[in-house]
């Protein structure tokens, strides 16, 4: 192993630069090059064609077979001309990650390149090895992908790519993507009923987002040869080095010339393929980094979030690079969020979480605004629950990701605001350079418009325009946390329409009607509200007074999603029923117990097969030396310490990798589930991994450099 480490670092001085050719300095010429989408649709199908795929994909319609064999011919056509040889339909399992099964075009009974409207709309890809939470038995394989014409088809490499849902031979659904587009009908219904009190021009709301994602660099030697970033994705020991992001001197620095070229080469590609990515800089542990998209449908973003990380895996291969989406691949430095920047777009080209001029236009903002915040606060712990995954425990709560307590922040000014609306007071915001917007509702001040701060512990806050869910992590999916955020504000945008309702068919003004519910939810919901720091011991005391839970671990979270109140959200809006919620959460918990089975599995491996016999070679060299100075008289005490030093942490070592191997052994006998997932959790990870890992970092400082067998902090975090 320790060869293998300096063989890795050898191999770092005799790379070679990749040349980076952008195809033209004007991105916007070959911008979506790749893509048959709206723009490829309407140049070439004919009119009525074209107009039928757009009126189904604007309202929620079916396409029928006439059309989808048209489509089907041009996108053909499209692709073959673009060198093209097969076909897929990409879908999202419930894996966490994208499928592809690739089907050629040609036909060789036929000898001729076909594509028929049937194979657009459907196939049959194996359903029995996909997770199905109990659904599907490992014998009934069969299962369906479905076109989603709302998310354009693109060509990656030589294969025309189908966006589709995923479902099961009885209708159940087995991806991220059917209810998220569930999700996204419900809060497009709810938000124009909201907004057609104050507007009846206004017939659609579309749910945008924009993703931050960032990610680790490491070189591609240095990672092979640590087979716990290839096992598990993440750094199961390493002690810290030296200097870490103390310094704050990576944050927002000049790029490495290496990731520099990685990131033009994958932004090329991402540009082809119509993903706007816009934003890329340092973050704020060494070696990681940040992507940011433009903001664009929600469905369509998160299409473009999964198929991005594709990309930049790919492209990092060509570099020799290895890009980590784990949450938390390295200890003691900034973890890896994907932020999740989420608005509300009217189809009048107005944003719902914007304020404005206009007096009636900010009474619409403030319906929004504040019944969004209710949403949070009457769901948070559904929320915490979407944003749950084995990398995301390690994450929340520190190095500036925020804490697993949901709170939301809105800022000083906007504070004040509410404040003064819930009381009917006269509060005079000092004005300042900023500009202002005029409520017309006399006890409301005038509210500086983007004038929140941003607070890095707030897992959701509002920016100006937009609520930021931080707390999602790197390598999740975004459609889980986005199906839960769209689906309680589409279920409190629908029970405010019914109270404004009910007021005004009681005689009551429509505009005090809607004032009136604002601030009885302003009362309601005001526990969720914080602007302080998440990360104080003050806030946990704080958050348990305002009976908000501090939901740590995975398994635990998940509990959310089958309390009878979520259960019954779900179902109601039609986004997954009783059983698939089950299921989910079956899948959900199976895929925790495997990580931490893997991760106890690489721990044990490189502890006992690794570490402990480097330690002990070290220590026979420490014992000839302390010997010989016995021999010469010379005082030996201090080798003698770092001996039994030695020896007391490979106790530890070999105690703990056997006891926790035996707590599996029990663990994997229960039967139940949800018992198993805490078990793990428990007596297994909180038990036995930090342990093992202090007794393996202090060997590390004491065993020989040109000894240590795993490529260190140190070489991974700053050699490039």
């Known amino acids: 192993m320790a060869t293998l480490r300096f063989e890795a670092l050898k191999k770092l001085d005799e790379r070679v630069k990749v040349h980076v050719e952008i195809p033209t300095p004007n991105i916007s010429q070959f911008f979506g090059e790749n893509v048959f989408g709206i723009e490829q649709m309407r140049a070439t199908l004919a009119p009525a064609v074209f107009k039928k795929v757009s009126n189904a994909i604007k309202n929620h319609e079916k396409i029928d077979e006439a059309t989808a064999d048209a489509v089907a011919s041009a996108a053909k056509s499209w692709a073959l001309a673009k060198g093209a040889t097969h076909f897929t339909h990409w879908f999202q399992p419930l894996t966490g990650g994208t499928a592809e099964k690739h089907d050629s075009f040609f036909d060789a009974l036929a000898g001729i390149e076909r594509f028929k409207g049937s194979e657009l709309v459907q196939q049959e890809p194996d359903a029995s090895s996909f997770p199905s939470g109990g659904i599907r038995s490992t014998f009934e394989?069969?299962?369906?992908?479905?076109?989603?014409?709302?998310?354009?088809?693109?060509?990656?490499?030589?294969?025309?790519?189908?966006?589709?849902?995923?479902?099961?031979?009885?209708?159940?659904?087995?991806?991220?993507?059917?209810?998220?587009?569930?999700?996204?009908?419900?809060?497009?219904?709810?938000?124009?009923?909201?907004?057609?009190?104050?507007?009846?021009?206004?017939?659609?709301?579309?749910?945008?987002?924009?993703?931050?994602?960032?990610?680790?660099?490491?070189?591609?030697?240095?990672?092979?040869?640590?087979?716990?970033?290839?096992?598990?994705?993440?750094?199961?020991?390493?002690?810290?080095?030296?200097?870490?992001?103390?310094?704050?001197?990576?944050?927002?620095?000049?790029?490495?010339?290496?990731?520099?070229?990685?990131m033009r080469e994958f932004e090329i590609e991402c540009w082809k393929l119509?993903?706007?990515?816009?934003?890329?800089?340092?973050?704020?542990?060494?070696?990681?980094?940040?992507?940011?998209?433009?903001?664009?449908?929600?469905?369509?973003?998160?299409?473009?979030?999964?198929?991005?990380?594709?990309?930049?895996?790919?492209?990092?291969?060509?570099?020799?690079?290895?890009?980590?989406?784990?949450?938390?691949?390295?200890?003691?430095?900034?973890?890896?969020?994907?932020?999740?920047?989420?608005?509300?777009?009217?189809?009048?080209?107005?944003?719902?979480?914007?304020?404005?001029?206009?007096?009636?236009?900010?009474?619409?903002?403030?319906?929004?605004?504040?019944?969004?915040?209710?949403?949070?606060?009457?769901?948070?712990?559904?929320?915490?629950?979407?944003?749950?995954?084995?990398?995301?425990?390690?994450?929340?709560?520190?190095?500036?990701?925020?804490?697993?307590?949901?709170?939301?922040?809105?800022?000083?000014?906007?504070t004040a605001v509410l404040d003064e609306l819930e009381k009917k007071g006269n509060v005079k915001i000092e004005k300042g350079d900023n500009m202002y917007m005029k409520l017309g509702i006399d006890q409301i001040p005038e509210i500086i418009l983007d004038a929140t701060d941003r607070n890095r512990t707030s897992p959701f806050a509002f920016t100006g325009n937009k609520f930021e869910f931080r707390a999602v992590g790197s390598s999740d999916n975004c459609a889980t946390p986005m199906t839960v955020l769209n689906l309680i504000v589409a279920d409190q945008l629908l029970l405010f329409y019914e109270e404004v309702s009910n007021m005004i068919d009681k005689g009551e003004e429509k505009r005090i009607a809607i004032v009136n519910v604002l601030r009885k939810y302003i009362k309601e919901s005001k526990n969720i509200r914080f602007e302080g720091d998440g990360y104080s011991e003050e806030w946990v005391k704080e958050a348990e007074k305002r009976k908000l839970n501090n939901i740590k671990n995975m398994p635990r979270a998940l509990d959310a999603y089958l309390t009878k109140k979520s259960v019954e959200l779900f179902e109601k809006h039609a986004v997954l029923s009783h059983k698939e919620v089950e299921a989910r959460n079956e899948i959900r918990l199976e895929g925790y117990i495997k990580r931490v089975q893997i991760e106890a599995r690489v721990i044990g491996d490189l502890a006992m097969n690794h570490i402990v016999p480097t330690a002990i070679n070290y220590q026979s060299k420490l014992i000839n030396n302390a010997n010989g100075l016995k021999g010469l008289g010379v005082d030996n005490k201090n080798v003698v310490q770092t001996i039994k030093e030695i020896s007391e942490h490979i106790d530890t070592i070999k105690q703990n990798v056997r006891a926790m191997i035996e707590e599996r052994k029990r663990i994997n006998k229960m039967t139940d589930t949800h018992k198993r997932a805490i078990a793990y959790c428990d007596d297994v990870k909180e038990k036995y991994f930090e342990m093992i890992r202090e007794a393996v970092d202090d060997l590390e400082l004491l065993v020989d450099d040109e000894d240590w067998p795993l490529v260190k902090y140190r070489e991974m975090l700053f050699l490039r």
């Open 274 to 414: 119509g993903i706007p990515v816009r934003t890329r800089h340092n973050e704020v542990a060494p070696s990681q980094f940040e992507v940011a998209p433009l903001f664009e449908e929600v469905n369509v973003a998160n299409d473009h979030n999964q198929l991005m990380l594709d990309v930049m895996s790919r492209v990092g291969e060509k570099h020799s690079l290895k890009i980590l989406f784990h949450e938390k691949p390295f200890a003691g430095v900034n973890g890896s969020g994907k932020h999740n920047n989420w608005s509300l777009i009217t189809d009048t080209g107005v944003n719902l979480y914007a304020p404005s001029s206009s007096a009636r236009d900010n009474l619409l903002f403030l319906t929004f605004f504040i019944t969004t915040i209710k949403a949070v606060h009457e769901h948070a712990d559904l929320l915490r629950a979407s944003i749950a995954t084995p990398g995301n425990d390690f994450r929340l709560g520190a190095n500036e990701a925020p804490p697993a307590i949901v709170s939301v922040f809105i800022g000083a000014q906007m």
């Open 141 to 262: 394989a069969r299962g369906y992908t479905a076109w989603d014409p709302t998310s354009p088809m693109f060509l990656y490499g030589r294969t025309l790519s189908i966006p589709t849902v995923f479902v099961s031979y009885t209708g159940e659904t087995l991806d991220a993507k059917s209810p998220l587009l569930k999700a996204l009908k419900a809060v497009d219904t709810a938000a124009t009923q909201v907004c057609q009190l104050f507007d009846k021009d206004i017939q659609h709301v579309v749910a945008s987002l924009g993703s931050e994602q960032e990610y680790f660099v490491v070189d591609k030697s240095l990672y092979m040869a640590r087979p716990d970033l290839v096992m598990a994705g993440r750094s199961v020991f390493g002690h810290s080095p030296a200097r870490g992001q103390q310094l704050e001197d990576h944050y927002f620095g000049t790029i490495p010339s290496r990731v520099y070229d990685f």
